[in-house]
């Protein structure tokens, strides 16, 4: 009793979804040395970013013999492991962030309109991947690209959107933004 072959192989994990346009960016790349009885044998690792530019965005590490195997299997990784980010407006976060992973700790602050990105580099490449346009970051601690970029992603998994939260703490979201809207009103009676 055979069975007939499913179509896209490995259970669909390999089909892309119509209107999805993946923007890939790759990080760094470093050879690294295998020590064995004859001498050494060389390899290349590769940090990827990919995103859509909409919200999504993932990282993935490879390690192959030749520079395109290994960027091909970090591409495969960061497409397996993409999150979602709320962003306010389409175009920056909706409120400051700290994230950290090792000796990495980065810190992800809401800027206005026409701020840009100022980050640097594995920063940036996860800013322009993810589609945000305004933000202000820094990397305290490591240079280390790979803790750079599990730091930011650590923080960007901290974010939360004024929907999420009103609807985790059962209220609506003009709650949760009443109290300064109520203050306004109040310094505004006060000074006509």
């Known amino acids: 009793m055979a069975r007939e072959p499913r179509e896209g192989g490995r259970g669909g994990r390999d089909r892309e979804r119509e209107g999805d346009e993946l923007v890939d960016k790759l990080v760094t790349i470093n050879r690294v040395a295998k020590v064995v009885k004859g001498g050494r044998r060389f390899a290349f690792a590769a940090l990827v970013v990919v995103g859509d530019q ?100 650590d923080a960007l998994a901290r974010c939360a959107s004024p929907r999420s939260v009103a609807n985790r703490r059962g209220k609506k979201v003009a709650e949760i933004f009443g109290k300064r809207d109520q203050a306004a009103s109040v310094g505004e009676a006060a000074d006509a």
């Open 54 to 153: 909409k919200g999504r965005v993932g990282y993935g590490a490879g390690k192959a013999r030749e520079v395109p195997e290994a960027i091909r299997k970090a591409t495969e990784r960061a497409k397996r492991g993409m999150i979602r980010v709320p962003m306010k407006e389409g175009r920056t976060l909706h409120h400051d962030v700290a994230g950290h992973f090792g000796a990495g700790k980065v810190v992800l602050r809401s800027a206005e309109a026409g701020t840009g990105i100022i980050a640097g580099g594995p920063m940036r490449a996860v800013f322009e991947s993810l589609g945000i346009n305004d933000v202000v970051a820094k990397s305290l601690g490591t240079r280390n690209p790979h803790n750079m970029v599990k730091a930011t992603f």
